[in-house]
């Protein structure tokens, strides 16, 4: 069993990477790229059955995970 | 020699590489900004540290697609002589000049301090003023240098005598404790196939005066000019 | 428009007094927009409303001063046409509220104080107390104010060299991140934030602007409660790549020639810094809000003038010179625009898309800004306690180790390995040492830099405090060799409504004063943070000082390390 | 339109981030997980219709976006 968690930067908090990515692959030549964002893709293998809600996993995400105060998560569990 | 220094938008140690080189050559290399497409005639080509682009998506990985870069690859592949020190290793393996890749620290710190390398090949025209075995002090700034490459690359690396400088301590062990980042084999630096591109995280061009305290890097760089002139 | 009720006014930290006075200057009721203007321009942080009578009476002049307080930062001459630029700040509330940003930000926020002024920074220092060691929030606060601080001096390649970091439970609920930085300028080639030349035109470069920080600088002047951590989208986000470029496109304008005026977007952004050019230059200024270069749609005039985006700045040309700043911006991929000009009105007329969205007189408001007389009390104090009356049950060797490992007193390797201290190539005398020491690039010279506090000191005693932190960095500079030159300050105290912490300030200050004119040690900039006080307990009063000195010959520098066996060791002093 | 860009490290790469919140969330109480690893999450606004084919992106991901050495990468475009 496995959970992924996507962790992304909040709406109107200033993304440095993206905007330098964004910005890079202009210069690469590749046009019609508009606003990128990065995030992060956690992926956690579960081994212990107590562990496998997914409120547990949100309680990793607020304590570790994402800094809550800038950036916003979402869990998915799957098999 | 005829010495050039590629500068990058947040390049932070061009500074630094240019007076290291000057201490050395007596004058002071050119200056060459990203944005150009071609080098001057030079035989040997420094890329330093810093924290191009940001150190953003991954350290090096912008900069290795800078303009200026094709013809860093052309030069390198002519048989010009490349160093890239700290975020320039990173950039010359992104650029695909030095294979493997810097990963983040073990400890997922940042840094800065004095460490020992032992040489491991000294018989290349950037090490030939060390001694093999040779332990020096130079000190190290970065947060992504641990070095990871596959076990068929790296046994190439140590087969073909690719491996310039490993992490040791002050008596020339190369030992776990030493390895302050994690890097596969202790390896803190690398050369190319045809050992003209050397790619290394520590610093040699910040102890090249003794006010600076100690000059365990001028050898590189006095190596090169004697070579290239 | 919404109208202005009691609420919108409360919510915007406006006194019944205050704003009694702000319709007496405006004539009639201000709109939304203004009266944020209001807000950020009376906060206690841009204000100094409660500590300016005080600071009044600091030292601050000497033959080799060139610029004291008042401007971004303080300059002193070092000969050969070599000036020293450098200024301490805080980013406290912050830091505790998100340590990452809210230091990393601080860094970047004193870099563009000095590199403001044609300074190129050459070292960075910063002064750190947080919480108990083991209390449940001190080591999240420590490592993430480290690694901003980290993150971004070591980005823009700027060497963090010193600074200190004590624990107190003073500080579980406030931590303090003071931070210094020093630049190198051409004396003769110094920039300053008057505007002058009606017409000239008002010009903006750096990042876009975003919705980052808005209500930050007020936030900074309240008082803690458990519901603050709710404040937290309002925190900044730093880009030290772009400030590097920053640094590296306003050096590079400076040389031009083109510019009247500059001065950084740092708290209260585009408020503060044109009111302050205007305000300094009697000019009055028209801005072109659409003009700002924006990040996110949508954005309002009242965003856009309280924005705390980071990396921005405001710049007067001279007529014409556009195009020749427009090449410079480019050539290092910032923005540039073009936002507004100066006029002879002596107001700020705010416009959006033609309209006027806002008129507010500008000295009236500058100049007026509440300065007040808090009552206060001076600290009592304590009995003393006679060594013979401590009983000891611990022997000497127990007692050293003790405190060799408290952490306080351990060492801080752990905290500046994770700097970069030697980037630029000039770090002479590392961190470990009493200063660190900077060589003057291409020269034989030295500047030596500490920063240094007691709080515990200042909490029995502030005048006797307040004199021991001024000797102790005297001491510290002149242990590497160097000459003692000037100071920069930062003012860390709980709230000035209360007469006892008020009694601290004025003690603290009244002492650093005193050591100060004794040892004709001007202090030439600095910074007040008041209100670090959570649910009533305030902080143990931490007035921090930053010191900079000078020697002629660094071959000639001490350090603190034994050098070589047999040699004598030799107790100087009472 | 949207590409969401996942970069994920190879099998038999050494991810130290990974280990360390993998030791961090032990520390914190939180048992029962196993290996976790950290990859990318971008997502990228497509403003020009040429640019949104998916072979367009893999482009971007092998010349930029991943390091093709140690990371693959998953494109999936949404509307
Ligand atoms: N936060 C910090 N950043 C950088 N250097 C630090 C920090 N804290 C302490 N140091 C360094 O550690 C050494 C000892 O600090 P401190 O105990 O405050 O010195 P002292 O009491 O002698 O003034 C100094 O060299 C100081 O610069």
Known sequence: MKAKVHVTLKNGVLDPQGKAVEHALGTLGFAGVGEV??????????????????????????????????????????? | MKAAVIVFPGSNCDRDMMVGIEHSLGRKPEMVWHKETELPDVDFIAVPGGFSYGDYLRCGAMSAHSPI??????????????????????????????????????????????????????????????????????????????????????????GNGQVAFRYCDAAGNVTDEANINGSRNNIAGILNEKKNVLGMMPHPERLCDTQLGGTDGKPMFDALVEALS | MSEITPEIVAEHG??????????????????????????VMWSEHCSYKSSKKWLKTLPTEAPWVICGPGENAGIIDIGDNQAIIFKMESHNHPSYIEPYQGAATGIGGILRDVF???????????????????????????????????????????????GECEFHKSYNGNNLVNAMAVGLADADNIFYSAAAGVGNP????????????????????????????????????????????????????????????????????????????ASKGGVGVELELDQVPMREEGMTPYELMLSESQERMLVILKPGMEDVAKAVMDKWDLEFAVIGKLTDTGNMVLKWNGEVVGDLPIDPLAL?????????????????????????????????????????????????????????????????????????????????????????????????????????TYRNITAVGAVPMAVTDNLNFGNPERPEIMGQIVGCIEGIGEACRTLNYPIVSGNVSLYNETNGTGILPTPTLGAVGLIQNIDDA???????EGQAIVVLGE
């Open chain 2, 69 to 158: 870069m094709r013809e860093v690859v052309k030069k390198a592949n002519q048989g010009v002589r490349v160093l890239g020190v700290c975020n320039g290793f990173q950039i010359l393996t992104e650029a695909g000049l030095l294979p493997g890749v810097l990963m983040r620290n073990a400890k997922l710190r940042f840094i800065c301090k004095d460490v020992h390398l032992k040489v491991e090949n000294a018989e290349t025209e950037f090490t030939n003023k060390y001694s093999a075995g040779q332990a020096i002090r130079v000190p190290v700034a970065h947060h992504d240098g641990n070095f990871f490459a596959d076990d068929e690359t790296l046994a190439a690396l140590e």
């Open chain 3, 368 to 472: 007026a800004s509440p300065e007040y007389d808090r009552p206060w009390v001076k600290t009592e104090r304590p009995a003393e306690v006679k060594a013979a009356d401590v009983e000891s049950n611990v022997g000497r060797i127990d007692a050293l180790k003790t405190l060799i490992s408290h952490p306080n007193m351990a060492s801080k390797r752990w905290i500046w390995e994770q700097y970069d201290h030697m980037v630029m190539g000039d770090t002479v005398g590392r961190p470990g040492g009493d200063s660190a020491l900077v060589r003057v690039h291409g020269t034989n010279k030295g500047v030596a830099v500490t920063s240094d506090c007691t709080p515990r000191y200042c909490y029995q005693d502030p005048f006797e405090g307040g004199k021991q932190i001024v000797a102790e």
């Open chain 1, 37 to 79: 964002r990065i995030g992060k893709y956690i992926e956690l293998e579960l081994t212990d059955a107590a562990e496998k809600s997914k409120e547990n996993i949100e309680n990793m995400c607020k304590q570790l995970l994402a800094n809550t105060v800038i950036e916003n998560f979402d869990v998915e569990i799957v098999e």
């Open chain 3, 202 to 277: 008002v010009v903006y470069f750096g990042s876009k602007t975003g919705r980052d920080g808005i209500h930050g600088a007020t936030m900074a002047s309240a008082e803690f409660t458990e519901d603050s951590e709710e404040k937290r989208p309002t925190v900044q986000v730093g880009d030290p790549f772009t400030e590097k470029l920053l640094i590296e496109a306003t050096l590079e304008l400076m040389k031009t020639g083109s510019i009247v005026a500059i001065q950084d977007m740092g708290a209260a952004g585009l408020t503060s810094s044109s009111f302050e050019m």
């Open chain 3, 116 to 162: 403001t002024m044609g300074a190129r920074p050459i070292c960075n220092l910063n002064a750190l107390r947080f919480g108990e060691p083991d209390h449940e929030k001190t080591r999240h606060l420590v490592s993430g104010v480290v690694e901003g601080i980290g993150g971004y001096g070591n980005c823009v390649g700027v060497p963090t060299v010193a």
């Open chain 3, 558 to 564: 001490a350090s603190v390390a034994f050098k070589k």
């Open chain 3, 14 to 39: 406006l006194s019944a007094d205050e704003w009694k006075l702000c319709l007496e200057i405006m004539g009639r009721e201000p709109n939304l927009n203004e009266l944020g203007i209001f807000s």
